[in-house]
């Protein structure tokens, strides 16, 4: 017969090692949940450091293919990453140098064009002007007209001045003359065009504002055209503001070049003109050519710098041009 506390013995043993099973098992279940979590957390971690460069290299490439080459992306993340971006944004930085240049090519074979045009109208249309002119101006020297007749003859000679300086100015354009390479102090030079135009701004009660750096800034170019590219766009200027205003005229030095900004007060470049504001024959002036600002940036071209502009309707334009300045020129005094 056995002893029935041996059985008991025997009983609470199993159960202490059900029990400790048990333990086990949950402790295992604890650490591989605590396991799993941690690589869930992980995981969604190196998903988002992954995926939210990946997403926006893809928005970026959308952009690209829409025509936008502008669009750069955010060099971050891995190795691997960091050297996408930068092939990504070296892609797009020459896709956007191509795509300036092929604008480039297309305005020269335009104005090419454009230069046979004007050579035929200058010919064709010249000698009848002449012709027109001088029979009007005889007409009204020798006989003496009625004031309505003297009327009519002051616009025909009023109409035939407009052409020829129409014809003159595609001429200007089509066909430019050879730039001097002669010290400007660009200064100096504006100074000259806001003394020419003062009377007429103080008589559109145009308040004006000038900056002008310590020294001066010396360009390499042609005088003549700088006045009067800096002239045409004093004139803009003027125009846009018939009620009065105010008319900004700042030089400065930066990184090397000379810059010079012109802002007015007026009303602004109609959003439907800004993308082609510097193409010839687009103007918003009802007898304006459309000829002034595209001269302004073939000169700025002419002369190594470059040509922008910021506008918003009913607050104002500002237009600034960029020169490349003479090494050492800053120093000489004024």
């Not at 604890?30 to 939210?52: E, F, N």
């Not at 200007?172 to 003359?177: G, R, S, T, V």
């Not at 800096?230 to 070049?257: H, Y």
């Given at each position: ?20 099973h ?23 971690s ?10 926006r ?11 936008d080459y502008?669009?750069r992306?955010?060099v971050?993340?891995g190795r691997?990453?960091v ?26 074979e ?7 045009a ?10 009848p ?16 007209l ?8 002051s616009?025909v ?9 129409l014809v003159q ?24 065009v ?10 559109r009660?145009?308040?004006?504002q000038t900056?002008?750096?310590?020294g001066?800034?010396v360009?390499?170019?042609d ?5 009067q ?7 803009n200027?003027?125009d ?22 012109i802002?007015d007060t007026g ?15 687009v103007?918003?002036?009802?007898r ?8 302004v940036r ?7 710098g ?12 500002t237009f ?7 090494p050492?020129?800053e120093?000489?005094p004024?």
């Amino acid at each position: 017969e056995q002893n029935p506390i041996v059985w008991a013995d025997l009983g609470m043993t199993d159960q202490l090692t059900l029990l400790s099973h048990v333990r086990t098992l949950e402790l295992f279940v604890l650490l591989a949940g605590i396991a799993g979590a941690l690589s869930l957390v992980v995981a969604l971690s190196l998903s988002k450091l992954i995926s939210r460069p990946l997403s926006r290299l893809t928005q970026a490439l959308r952009r690209v293919h829409e025509g936008d080459y502008s669009t750069r992306v955010a060099v971050e993340g891995g190795r691997e990453l960091v050297q996408l971006a930068t092939g990504f944004n070296d892609m797009t930085e020459q896709l956007e140098t191509l795509r300036r240049r092929e604008a480039l090519v297309r305005r020269r074979e335009k104005l090419a064009v454009l230069g046979e045009a004007a050579a035929v109208m200058a010919h064709e249309i010249r000698n009848p002007l002449g012709i027109i002119k001088t029979s009007s101006q005889v007409l009204r020297m020798k006989f003496q007209l009625p004031q309505a007749s003297e009327r009519l003859i002051s616009f025909v000679l009023d109409e035939v001045g407009r052409i020829e300086k129409l014809v003159q100015e595609l001429l200007d354009y089509a066909q430019p003359k050879t730039i001097a390479r002669l010290p400007v102090d660009i200064g100096a030079e504006l100074h000259t065009v806001l003394e020419f135009t003062a009377p007429e701004l103080a008589q559109r009660r145009i308040a004006v504002q000038t900056a002008w750096p310590t020294g001066r800034a010396v360009a390499m170019g042609d005088g003549t055209r700088l006045h009067q590219a800096f002239l045409n766009i004093l004139l803009n200027a003027m125009d846009a503001m018939p009620d009065g205003g105010t008319l900004t005229v700042a030089v400065a030095r930066e990184d090397g070049d000379i810059v010079v900004t012109i802002g007015d007060t007026g009303a602004g470049v109609s959003t439907e003109v800004q993308d082609r504001i510097f193409d010839p024959f687009v103007t918003t002036k009802p007898r304006g050519t459309g000829l002034g600002l595209a001269r302004v940036r073939d000169v700025m071209e002419q002369h190594g710098g470059s040509i922008h502009f910021d506008s918003l309707p009913g607050v104002g334009t500002t237009f600034t041009l960029r020169l490349p300045m003479v090494p050492g020129s800053e120093g000489d005094p004024r």
